[in-house]
Nanobody, 121 residues
Framework: QVQLVESGGGLVQAGGSLRLSCAAS????????MGWIRQPPGKEREFVATISWSGSSTYYVDSVKGRFTISRDNAKNTVYLQMNSLKPEDTAVYYC??????????????WGQGTQVTVAS
């Protein structure tokens, strides 16, 4: 049974930072592309970032480039999202997700339960 468990969300002031973590189990972690997807209140889910199997390649939506960094530790079966210079428009539920291949879009095989990130102005 695949489980993705996010942590690290919370309330932060604009300009602040948060680090999200996602611990994976029940899958061969190093064979999955990992991603972060977010869903702002009242809006559709949107792609945020993905990272390749080894971590050598990363992809970001334009709105977070230069502010967010995705990384992974295959020894710990964990993927991270470091979020700096947060803006109120980053407020959303952030989901960790996994799929075998593909680096953009919101179609994933497995999803976590989500963690709330709220950025106050």
């Amino acid at each position: 049974q695949v489980q993705l468990v996010e942590s690290g969300g919370g309330l932060v002031q604009a300009g602040g930072s948060l680090r999200l973590s996602c611990a994976a189990s029940g899958l061969t972690f190093s064979t999955y592309v990992m991603g972060w997807i977010r869903q702002p209140p009242g809006k559709e889910r949107e792609f945020v970032a993905t990272i390749s199997w080894s971590g050598s390649s990363t992809y970001y939506v334009d709105s977070v480039k230069g502010r967010f960094t995705i990384s992974r530790d295959n020894a710990k079966n964990t993927v991270y999202l470091q979020m700096n210079s947060l803006k109120p428009e980053d407020t959303a539920v952030y989901y960790c997700a996994a799929r075998r291949t593909g680096f953009v879009g919101t179609q994933f095989d497995y999803w976590g339960q989500g963690t709330q990130v709220t950025v106050a102005s």
